[in-house]
């Protein structure tokens, strides 16, 4: 769908979204419809889907209508599929329709009554909210919530239902214009160890850099909690300017302490930097360890359009095969000689895998396309004519011009479902009863 759409295929989306029942293509199609205002046209194409009763469908036909401007048709199909007043789930959705139309009271009103339901209403309110000027009254809301979080203790601490409130009460006085009560609060919780979750304590380091409190976060990132947020305290030293600051405080950090995560950041900002030796050499001590790819991959993705400097590090001695997982490395080498125009190098690689890591004439046509040779890919998937073939081959006639023949092509949901393995059946316990256990 999203290659049908980026080449300005919507006409053949909406046909496949009705001739052979394709819902992602009916979402996008409805997107890309909305956007220019063709609303009737864009209910058009979800109606078969909503008719049916499909929830999802239902709640797609109801944004339409409210991008359309017929508020009142879109809240009375709401009402009609969530009849349940109890239902949170349904409230939520109500309620958001209704911030968006702007009847914002009323949607805070909607979510009163759940807000016993956990962490996860509070989010919802939070969000629905942001820019409605009604942060007093959701910092009401919110503050009990926030209040039993902190007080809780021993394993209490580590199940209560609210256990990210904290955040969300400093992410409201933040957007309020309140940032220093904010921090004040969050930095009261921390030191006196009133913190539930992990992210809180990101959530705060993230704050105190926001608002340029680099001493405070360099106290906070040099303690017990440097493995959290050294991370954060080094980004905002960049932000700021002073990436050789950055740099060393990472280094002196992997020289304390050598943990993967100092490594993996300090690499990926070297590479950002176009330092890519000096990367290698930083990430290079954990190319061998188990879960190498933690420092490997990081490094590898955002070179797979530079086909020169992808196999400058693939080919350095310090890079070794990822453990267990060569045909990876074996892989993206053999992607970086079809980048270059070296395919028979490339294929002869692949080819001399004795693990493949799938079918050897996808692999092929995988590096032909790489390589612009689009014909000979296409023979090649044409030749194999599976399922997963005839999926690759979509994308290359995409590309040649021809849309329709794609599709025409592309496996439909009905095969694909009937090509997927059958369950084993299951004990009462949940586990197979047939090998692979």
Known sequence: MSL????????????????????????????ELCRAGEFERALDVMEP????????????????????????????????????????????????????????????????????????????????????????????????????????????????????????????????GRADEAIRILGQDIAGRCLLAQDTLTGYAQMLARHGRLDELRELATGQNAHTVLDVYAGALRAHGRAEEAETVMRTAIATDDWVGYRAWLSSALLADGRLDDAIAVAEP??????????????????????????????????????????????????????????????????????????????KAHLLNAAGRLDEATAELRALGTLEARKELFEILVLQGHAAEAIALHPTVAEQRAAEPKSAPLAENGYSLEPPF
């Not at 046909?15 to 979402?27: H, I, K, M, T």
């Not at 992607?335 to 001399?352: H, K, M, S």
């Open 286 to 363: 954990g190319f061998s360890w188990y879960d190498c790819s933690n420092l490997l991959a990081p490094l590898v993705y955002p070179l797979f359009d530079r086909p020169e400097e992808l196999l400058h590090l693939l080919e350095h001695p310090s890079v070794v095969p990822h453990h267990g997982h060569e045909e990876f490395q074996q892989y993206w080498r053999a992607f970086a000689l079809a980048g270059l125009g070296r395919v028979d190098e490339a294929i002869a690689l692949a080819e001399a895998d004795p693990r493949p890591w799938t079918d050897r004439h996808i692999v």
């Open 49 to 176: 889907f909503a008719v049916i009763g499909w929830r999802a469908a239902l709640w797609a036909k109801t944004s339409i209508l409210f991008r359309a401007g017929r508020t009142e048709e879109a809240l009375d199909l709401v009402r009609q599929d969530e009849a349940d007043p109890s239902s949170a789930v349904g409230c939520r959705h109500f309620a958001e329709l209704l911030a968006k139309e702007g009847r914002v009271d009323e949607a805070i009103d909607m979510l009163i009554p759940h807000l016993d339901d956990g962490y996860w209403i509070l989010s919802v309110l939070v969000e629905m909210t942001e820019g409605h000027d009604r942060d007093e009254r959701v910092l009401e809301l919110i503050a009990p919530h926030a209040d039993s979080a902190r007080q809780s203790r021993g394993d209490d601490r580590w199940k209560h239902p609210y256990s990210g409130a904290q955040e969300l009460q400093a992410q409201v006085l933040e957007r309020a």
């Open 4 to 31: 049908l759409l980026e080449h300005g295929h919507l006409d053949l989306v909406i046909q496949a979204a009705a001739d052979r029942g394709e819902w992602f293509c009916a979402e996008g199609a409805v997107e």
